[in-house]
């Protein structure tokens, strides 16, 4: 198994512009988390689907950012505008289990260095 | 107060000593913990969880969870140079969700 993909591995924008972060879960894991860790928040859970719908998005910062999975396959992670508060290291997450259970593990993706100047 | 701290380190100990971890945590309806290690440029991966009072161990890592004192800790024996990383705890709230410490800072000096 390739392991939770994420892409890019590294993204430098301006100011004002989009960012689309995109992350592929390991196959049959019907639970997928996105997080965002820097140094002065540490790792920080923004949102997570089961079964491609969101379940909790009460980590997400504000309006500027949305997620999606449009498939089980496939999510994205976008940012409009950006702005510099924004740089970060994006991880994806997915596991088999749900939250809560006994069997519950997290595998994460390489994740994605946004940098915003 | 914050959900889930962690002493930043950095923790120095000589190769082959013990380090002992440490986390506290707010939320007395917890019930999961999780130890996650992480490589600098890294992303985290599990090495441990509990869910019960008491000691579980595997291999050199011992996890300890205390929840009338709501403490987590995590032993690694024979500390190598390669157990060198940020060493995160992670508690999942009566509500599901996880929560992250900032991670503790480790360093087996060779």
């Known amino acids: 198994d390739a392991g939770v993909i994420q892409s890019p591995r590294h993204e430098v924008t301006e100011m004002g512009q989009e960012v689309t972060l995109r992350c592929k879960p390991i196959?049959?894991?019907?639970?997928l988390f996105w997080y965002r860790q820097t140094m002065m928040r540490g790792l920080e859970l923004l949102i997570y689907?089961?079964?491609?719908?969101?379940?909790?998005d009460s980590g997400m910062p504000e309006d500027r950012f949305s997620a999606k999975m449009p498939n089980a396959s496939f999510s994205t992670l976008k940012i409009q505008p950006s702005e510099p508060r924004d740089s970060a290291v994006y991880f994806c997450?997915?596991?088999?289990?749900?939250?809560?259970?006994?069997?519950?593990?997290?595998?994460f993706g390489p994740g994605t260095r946004l940098t915003v100047t | 107060q914050k959900e889930v701290e962690q002493n930043s380190g950095p923790l120095s100990v000589p190769e082959g000593a013990i380090a002992s971890l440490n986390c506290t945590y707010s939320?007395?309806?917890?019930?999961?913990f999780f130890w996650y290690r992480q490589y600098s440029g890294k992303s985290p991966e599990l090495i441990m969880f509990?869910?019960?009072?008491g000691d579980k161990e595997d291999g050199r890592f011992t996890a300890q969870l205390n929840k009338a004192s709501q403490y987590v800790s995590l032993l690694i024996r024979d500390s190598q140079p390669s157990d060198s990383a940020t060493y995160l705890c992670?508690?999942?709230?009566?509500?599901?969700?996880?929560?992250f410490g900032a991670g503790t800072r480790l360093f087996v000096k060779a």
């Open positions: 997450a997915s596991s088999l289990d749900p939250p809560g259970s006994n069997l519950y593990e997290q595998y």
């Open positions: 196959s049959g894991h019907d639970y």
């Open positions: 689907f089961n079964n491609n719908v969101p379940i909790d």
């Open positions: 939320d007395r309806g917890s019930q999961s």
């Open positions: 509990i869910y019960s009072n």
């Open positions: 992670a508690v999942q709230t009566g509500g599901f969700k996880t929560i």
